[in-house]
T-cell receptor, first 112, second 111 residues
């Protein structure tokens, strides 16, 4: 049973560029959430997708957008990258009826 | 907004000792989750708690959902070197809510 997978593992981008991160949920899960984790801090909620709709959103600007596909996989897009966007981006999947979330290994984004 | 506090911030213990850490909030949560994160990896779910007063174990780990629903506790018995890492508590109101994470407790185990 495959767990949550994310790609790519690492990414280096230049300020002002755009980036797309990808996530495949754990088998059987229908909900995907995205988090940003800066060094030395806990994960910060970006948004959650269920039934291809954004259901909840944290305090992140509109530069952060996402998408969920019919197979429940998801993408996180960040436009006009800033140096402060450098972080570990985590995807977590869950069942809509259950609160427990399972995390992927993350994508390390570095903005130079 | 909702915020979680974890204590202690960090701890250094001898191998074989028991560990206790806690998580408090000014808000009520219906679910408490405990995660462990190793450097450069995603958090791993240790224990999920769904009911006030609930006490749940997972091997050497035991966690409790506080009666007030504003706190939770995690205990690790007979610590071993692989327990090293950062432990995060997380709370949510319903399964539809965003998960709020605490700042973490860093655990170091001295062999």
């Amino acid at each position: 049973d495959a767990g949550v997978t994310q790609s790519p593992t690492h990414l280096i981008k230049t300020r002002g560029q755009q980036v797309t991160l990808r996530c495949s949920p754990k088998s059987g899960h229908d909900t995907v959430s995205w988090y940003q984790q800066a060094l030395g801090q806990g994960p910060q909620f970006i948004f959650q997708y269920y039934e291809e709709e954004e259901r909840q959103r944290g305090n992140f600007p509109d530069r952060f957008s996402g998408h969920q596909f019919p197979n429940y996989s998801s993408e996180l897009n960040v436009n006009a990258l800033l140096l402060g966007d450098s972080a570990l981006y985590l995807c977590a999947s869950s069942l809509v009826s259950r609160g427990e979330q399972y995390f992927g290994p993350g994508t390390r984004l570095t903005v130079t | 907004g909702q915020q979680l506090n974890q204590s202690p911030q960090s701890m250094f213990i001898q191998e074989g000792e028991d560990v206790s850490m806690n998580c408090t909030s000014s808000s009520i949560f219906n679910t408490w989750l405990w995660y462990k994160q190793d450097p450069g990896e995603g958090p791993v779910l240790l224990i999920a708690l769904y009911k006030a007063g609930e006490l749940t174990s997972n091997g050497r780990l035991t966690a409790q959902f506080g009666i007030t629903r504003k706190d939770s506790f995690l205990n690790i018995s007979a610590s071993i070197p692989s327990d090293v890492g950062i432990y995060f508590c997380a709370g949510l109101g319903t399964s539809y809510d965003k998960v709020i994470f605490g700042p973490g407790t860093s655990l170091s185990v001295i062999p």
